[in-house]
């Protein structure tokens, strides 16, 4: 058995592991809450005949049959990396206006909406999960010309740059017959899958106060119940909180049979002494 002294020496041990591991995680989470800096503040108001606030666009996608297929209504900015002639890391930043060139297709279980505006041009995909219970974005691409006025000095113009989010992107998954929606800003990042790219480029298209919803088939601009997303706008890994309390578990196991084996080899090396 323990004595008093020696039991008191472990406890406070063991306090102190679980007091380090407690302060790094706590570390590790305000590290992942700092306070956003977001990439705008709002493009400029502009007049609209469609029913939404001033600062939103409203971009719709009809069938064939004349009824809404998708919805999408958001603030939203594009904003590409490229590097300019004197080598330099540049920003060219495009607000999506109100009136673009809107084009696509529907089906049952796949849609796509064309948005296209001053020689850029967005497509969005859309499908349905096998069981037709959800519908999602699974890819998102940027097409231009590097020779866009948009872009100062470039140092490679004339090229056709094509951008795409990554192979098996899910974006947005919402039950069918319910809109997306997220207040917070939602940041979908494009960048070249060809490896013979040679551009460099690399975009990213942020969403503001983003509402969207794909195989409607309704008149006119009927939403969907909404489909809120979460507080971060993301979904929670739990890979972390068990990895840390695997961590601290192993930890305190390692203190523990640390200090028995020191016990014993002390015990053992003071039997041996008072033998002699």
């Known amino acids: 058995m323990f004595s008093r002294k020696e039991l008191l020496y472990l406890r406070?041990?063991?306090?102190?592991?679980?007091?380090?591991l407690s302060s790094a995680l706590q570390l590790e989470g305000l590290s992942t809450k700092k306070p956003r800096i977001t990439k705008y503040t709002m493009k400029p108001t502009t007049?609209?005949?469609?029913?939404?606030?001033?600062?939103?666009?409203?971009?719709?996608?009809?069938?064939?049959?004349?009824?809404?297929c998708i919805l999408i209504q958001t603030d939203a900015l594009l904003s590409i990396q490229y590097?300019?002639?004197?080598?330099?890391?540049?920003?060219?930043?495009?607000?999506?206006?109100?009136?673009?060139?809107?084009?696509?297709?529907?089906?049952?279980?796949?849609?796509?909406?064309?948005?296209?505006?001053?020689?850029?041009?967005?497509?969005?995909?859309?499908?349905k999960t096998p069981g037709g219970?959800?519908?999602?974005v699974n890819s998102v691409d940027l097409a231009y010309s590097s020779s866009n006025k948009l872009f100062e000095h470039i140092d490679r113009p004339g090229l056709d740059v094509k951008l795409s989010t990554p192979p098996g992107t899910l974006l947005f998954p919402t039950p069918v017959g319910k809109s997306y929606t997220c207040?917070?800003?939602?940041?979908?990042?494009?960048?070249?899958?060809?490896?013979?790219?040679?551009?460099?480029?690399?975009?990213?298209?942020?969403?503001?106060?983003?509402?969207?919803?794909?195989?409607?088939?309704?008149?006119?601009?009927?939403?969907?119940?909404t489909f809120q997303c979460s507080a971060t706008g993301t979904y929670r890994d739990e890979t972390a909180?068990?990895?840390?309390?695997?961590?601290?578990?192993?930890?305190?196991?390692?203190?523990?049979?640390?200090?028995?084996?020191?016990?014993?080899?002390?015990v053992k090396k003071f039997q041996y002494g008072t033998m002699a």
């Open 133 to 136: 219970e959800r519908w999602y």
């Open 183 to 225: 207040d917070n800003e939602v940041t979908i990042t494009m960048f070249a899958q060809d490896e013979n790219d040679k551009s460099g480029h690399l975009a990213k298209l942020y969403l503001r106060e983003l509402r969207m919803q794909s195989f409607m088939y309704k008149a006119g601009n009927a939403w969907g119940p």
């Open 12 to 20: 406070a041990l063991i306090f102190a592991t679980l007091l380090h």
């Open 83 to 127: 590097r300019d002639k004197y080598n330099e890391d540049k920003e060219a930043d495009s607000f999506l206006p109100d009136q673009m060139d809107i084009s696509g297709e529907c089906w049952e279980d796949e849609s796509r909406i064309t948005m296209a505006w001053k020689g850029f041009t967005v497509n969005i995909y859309f499908s």
């Open 47 to 68: 007049s609209s005949a469609t029913a939404v606030p001033s600062s939103l666009s409203l971009y719709r996608l009809n069938a064939a049959s004349g009824a809404t």
């Open 241 to 266: 909180p068990i990895a840390v309390g695997s961590t601290l578990a192993v930890a305190t196991v390692c203190t523990v049979v640390g200090y028995g084996l020191w016990r014993y080899f002390k």
